[in-house]
Structure formats: C-alpha cells, structure tokens
C-alpha cells in the first residue's frame, strides 16, 4: 500500500522535499462542468450578459487561480508554470459549460494541482458572472484525465461511459 506523501513518521503535515529531484517537463489535463438551465446558457452563449463576456472572464480567472495554486493549497510547491490552456465548450444536450485545462511546467514537481485549480476557479466564476439569473447550477465531474513527467511517469484516466 503507497503511503500519503504530506504526512511525516508522527503523522504530521510536512511538504515534501523536492530538492533532489530533477526538473522534467510534466504536463496535467483536467475537467470539469457547470450545468444550467437552458435559458442561462443562452443567455451565456449570446454575450448579453450584463456583467461582460462571462467565458472570457471564466478562462482568465482560471489561469489566474493556476498560477496562485501554492497560496490556495497548503503543502503544494509553488512551481514555474510554462503554459495554461482553458478550453471552454458549450454542452447544450446537459445544458453545461465544460472546462478543459491543459498545464504544463518545467520543475520538479507535478502539475496535477493547477490544472485542477484553473478548472475549478473558471467554473466558480461562470457560477459567479450567472447566480442571478440562475442559483441552481452544479458544478461536478471535476477530475484529472491524465498527467505525465516525473518518475511515476504517464497516467490516464479509463473513460468510463458518459453520463449526461
């Protein structure tokens, strides 16, 4: 059985010492969705919104919230990242907004953690740009697909069948 990595001997939090590990090129992608009523998604999808356009705003504060990961989470190293691409893709069979992040940094820890933060923060902010029109989105399905670099090397997630 592997062993949690943030935990020291006693059971403690502790950060994980890096330092002797190389700098490799480690790429993350994750995903995750905001489903709405239909009318919300329109209302997104024609640019009306009185607040601006509401996936311009999502994608920069996506890639904003990425770049401050180490602030948000504890024991998570802050690390150079070299790209952040935020796709966002209208669903209109759910309705929902889906989010895809790529992350990619040249360092010696993983990427897992930004690319998981950009997703969520853009979805936050669609929910944010949209609660007055509509306080019953979700938010769900947040996960990482895949990840490569390191020493544990390339991981990918088994899609399971699709759910609306």
Known sequence: MRKLTHMNEAGEARMVDVG???????????EGRIRMARTTLDLILAGGHTKGDVLAVARVAGIMAAKRTAELIPLCHPIPLTSIEVELAKDPKVPAIRCRVRAETLAQTGVEMEALTCVQVALL???DMCKAADRGMTIDGVR???????????????????RT
């Not at 544990?152 to 899609?159: A, H, L, N, P």
Request: glycine letters at 12%; a positive charge.
């Open 144 to 162: 990482l697909l895949e990840k490569s670099g390191g020493r544990s090397g390339r991981w990918k997630r088994k899609q399971a069948p699709s």
């Open 20 to 30: 002797g590990k190389a700098s490799t090129r480690r790429v993350a992608v994750a």
């Open 125 to 127: 902010t669609i929910y």
